[in-house]
């Protein structure tokens, strides 16, 4: 194997090492990030503003963007794809 090759060599090995090392990171970063949404979920869930805010939502009467019609044809056409 000449220098350069093994130079080239060296270089790809190092750089998957890296992307595999941040892909590592990455995972392990998400996964606290979920375990913090999961934390601060259950403390909001479980306030009084959340749960007035949840309702007040529920009892908006925000305009359908389909009538009950076209969403039946639209998941008959989804079976049938």
Same mark, same amino acid.
């Given at each position: 194997?000449?220098?350069? =090759? @093994?130079? #080239?060599?060296?270089? #790809?090995? @190092?750089?998957? @090492?890296?992307?595999?090392?941040?892909?590592?990171?990455?995972?392990?970063?998400?996964?606290?990030?979920?375990?913090?949404?999961?934390?601060?979920?259950?403390?909001?869930? *479980? =306030?009084?503003?959340?749960? *007035?805010?949840? =309702?007040?939502?529920? +009892? #908006?009467?925000?305009?359908?963007?389909?009538? +009950?019609?076209?969403?039946?044809?639209?998941?008959?056409?989804? #079976?049938?794809?």
């Amino acid at each position: 194997m000449s220098k350069t =090759s @093994a130079k #080239r060599l060296a270089k #790809r090995l @190092a750089k998957k @090492a890296r992307e595999k090392e941040l892909f590592l990171l990455f995972k392990e970063f998400m996964k606290e990030v979920e375990e913090i949404e999961f934390f601060i979920f259950k403390k909001i869930k *479980n =306030s009084k503003e959340f749960k *007035n805010y949840i =309702s007040k939502l529920e +009892d #908006r009467k925000l305009p359908k963007l389909f009538s +009950d019609e076209e969403l039946k044809v639209q998941c008959v056409y989804e #079976r049938i794809k």
